[in-house]
């Protein structure tokens, strides 16, 4: 298991051979997936939306690994530079070019030796209960169903929130351990 949380990652347009990049990023979690979902007049959700209109899938590559935030934004940072934006002539649809003398200025979190293992075995206890439940009803879950069920709900600022449930059924899915069904409800797939 990882202890450091970051990643640096490229999207790629499979349309081209090989595949280019349009797109560097760093993230912990889904997020080099997270894009396609995320509908924007950016370029690059225009870029996303080309690649898909013509039958293909963004490639994810991720490029390093096991990093911490300042380590993920050097390296960000430094591929963007290499890379070029173009707007500036360059390949990358990424608005800005970070710039590495301020990237030690945004890293504000001390993360506690042990604190992101603990964290992963807690979400390894939840992804196996969202999958009981899931296999304990073949027809398909909601997400407000794994909110409710196993008490994953928030009521912070007022309110039902569900995103923690958003989040593990999403994981579940990357992880091709869970599917979502015409019927928008999430199905266990069989081991």
């Known amino acids: 298991m990882a202890q450091n949380p970051f990643y640096v990652y490229a999207l790629k347009d499979p349309r081209q051979k090989p595949a280019k990049p349009f797109y560097i990023g760093k993230g912990t979690g889904n997020r080099a997936w997270e894009h396609q979902n995320e509908i924007s007049d950016s370029e690059k959700s225009g870029v996303i939306q080309e690649i898909h209109d013509a039958g293909f899938k963004v490639l994810h590559t991720v490029i390093s690994d096991n990093l911490t935030e300042e380590q993920a934004l050097k390296i960000e940072a430094e591929l963007i530079s290499a890379f070029g934006i173009r707007s500036q002539g360059g390949l990358l649809t990424n608005r800005v070019r970070p710039n590495p003398d301020n990237i030690s200025k945004k890293v504000k979190v001390n993360i506690p030796e042990g604190c992101y293992e603990k964290a992963q075995m807690g979400l390894d206890f939840i992804k196996s209960a ?8 073949p027809s398909g879950i909601k997400n407000s169903d794994a909110a409710k069920y196993l008490g994953l709900q928030s009521d912070y600022g007022g309110g039902s929130k569900d995103y923690l449930s958003y989040s593990i059924l999403g994981i ?4 091709g351990r869970m599917v979502r069904n015409e019927k928008k409800k999430h199905v266990a797939k069989s081991e």
């Not at 969202?130 to 009803?137: F, I, S």
């Open 130 to 137: 969202v999958m009981e439940l899931a296999k304990a009803n």
């Open 172 to 175: 579940l899915m990357k992880e």
